[in-house]
C-alpha cells in the first residue's frame, strides 16, 4: 500500500497482539508460503501515548513503515515487521525497568509467533523520550539480542558501565539542541563521547544533531522534543531530498550524509547481530531501591504528561 493511501489505511495493515500485562500492534511483510526472513524494528512511544489499546499506533506515524515506499527500502528483504508495544498507562504504568522483562517476553512471544520468517540477528528497537530511555534499559540488558537502537530525545546520561555494556550494539541517537526537555551539552554530548571512546565499532554508530524540528511537510514542528516526526517517513527522504537542519556524524567523527533514500533503514539493511534465539540473562536487574522507586517514577511521570500536553511537547 502507497503512502499515498494516507495514515488511516496504512494504519488498518497493522493487527493487535498480546502477551502476558501488555499488548501490542504489528504489521507483517510476510505472505502466503513465504520463506523469506524479515528484520524486526520496534518502536517504543513517550509519554502520553498509551492511554488505550491501539493508542501507540493511533498517536504516531510509525504507520508509514509499512507502507511501499518504505518496506521497498529494505533492498535484501523487502520488508520489515513493525512492532509497536504499549506501555500501560491507563493503569498509571509507564516505562520503567520492572517493565524490562515483560517486554522482553513480548519480544520473545512475537518472534516465536513468527519464527518462520524473523531473522533474529536483525533485531532493532528505539522510541521516544521515555520509549528512548527504555530503550538503553532494554539494550543494556540484553545487549546480545539487539543489532542496533535508535534512541529519539532520550532523556537522562548513563554510566561508563551501562555503555560498555552494549558496546557490541550499534546506536543512533536523535537529539535536537534546542530540546526544552533534554540537555543537548548536558545529556547528550556526554552519552555520545562514552559510545565513541566504547563501541567496538564506532563506525557504525551515529549523533543526528537538530536545530528546528520539522513536520513532513517542511513547515515548522510543534516542539523541539517530538524528534519522532523525523524518522517516520525515514528522515523525510521518501522524495530524494534532504532533512534541512541536521549534522549527522558517526563515532569516528566523520560526517554521513543523509540522501537520497539513505535514512534510517539503510543503516538497519547494514547492521546485524550474532543473535540466534537463544535465551539470555537479564544484565541489569533492578534492585530494591529500583522497585521502591518506580511507583514515585510513575507519579511523576503522570504528572509530566498532563503538563506536556498542556505545552504541547507531546
Known amino acids: 500500500m502507497p503512502l499515498s493511501a494516507g495514515l488511516t489505511a496504512l494504519r488498518n495493515q497493522f493487527e493487535t497482539g498480546y502477551a ?3 499488548d501490542y500492534c504489528y504489521y507483517s511483510p510476510a ?3 513465504d520463506t523469506e526472513k524479515y528484520p524486526v524494528v520496534i518502536y517504543l512511544h513517550g509519554i502520553g501515548h498509551g492511554s488505550s489499546v491501539g493508542s501507540q499506533l493511533a498517536d504516531s506515524s510509525m504507520a508509514t513503515w509499512a507502507s511501499a515506499e518504505l518496506q521497498e527500502r529494505w ?4 520488508g520489515a515487521y513493525i512492532l509497536l508495544p504499549r506501555c500501560p498507562e491507563d493503569k498509571t504504568q509507564y ?25 533474529t540477528s536483525r533485531i532493532f528497537i528505539g522510541g521516544s523520550s521515555a520509549g528512548g530511555e527504555m530503550t538503553w534499559d532494554m539494550a543494556i540488558a540484553y545487549p546480545d539480542y539487539f543489532a542496533g537502537i535508535y534512541p529519539l530525545a532520550a532523556t537522562g546520561t548513563r554510566s561508563e558501565e551501562d555503555i560498555k555494556a552494549c558496546k557490541d550494539v550499534s546506536i543512533w541517537i536523535f537529539a535536537s539542541e534546542r530540546d526544552p ?14 559510545i565513541c571512546a566504547y563501541n567496538s565499532n564506532p563506525a557504525s554508530c551515529r549523533l543526528s544533531t537538530f536545530t528546528q524540528v520539522l513536520n513532513p511537510d517542511g513547515t515548522k514542528g510543534d516542539s523541539n522534543h517530538r524528534l519522532y516526526t523525523t524518522i517516520m517517513y525515514d528522515l523525510f527522504t521518501v522524495d530524494g531530498s534532504t532533512y534541512p537542519n541536521v549534522t549527522t556524524q558517526n563515532g569516528k567523527g566523520l560526517t554521513v ?7 534510517i533503514i539503510s543503516w538497519m539493511c547494514n547492521t546485524h547481530s550474532d543473535f540466534d534465539g537463544t535465551p539470555s540473562t537479564n544484565n541489569s536487574v533492578p534492585g530494591m531501591i529500583d522497585f521502591m522507586l518506580i511507583p514515585i517514577r510513575n507519579i511523576i511521570f503522570r504528572i509530566a504528561n498532563i503538563i506536556q500536553r498542556i505545552l504541547g511537547f507531546v
Not at 550524509?257 to 535514512?263: D, E, F, L
Open 75 to 78: 533492498t535484501d528483504t523487502g
Open 257 to 263: 550524509n543523509i540522501v537520497g533514500g539513505k535514512g
Open 181 to 194: 526537555l533534554v540537555n543537548y551539552s548536558l545529556n547528550v554530548i556526554p552519552q555520545w563521547e562514552k
Open 20 to 22: 502476558d500485562e501488555l
Open 31 to 33: 505472505g502466503e508460503n
Open 95 to 119: 516505562w520503567n525497568k520492572s517493565l524490562i522483562d515483560p517486554l522482553r517476553n513480548l519480544i520473545d512471544c512475537f518472534i516465536e509467533d513468527h519464527s518462520e520468517n524473523v531473522d
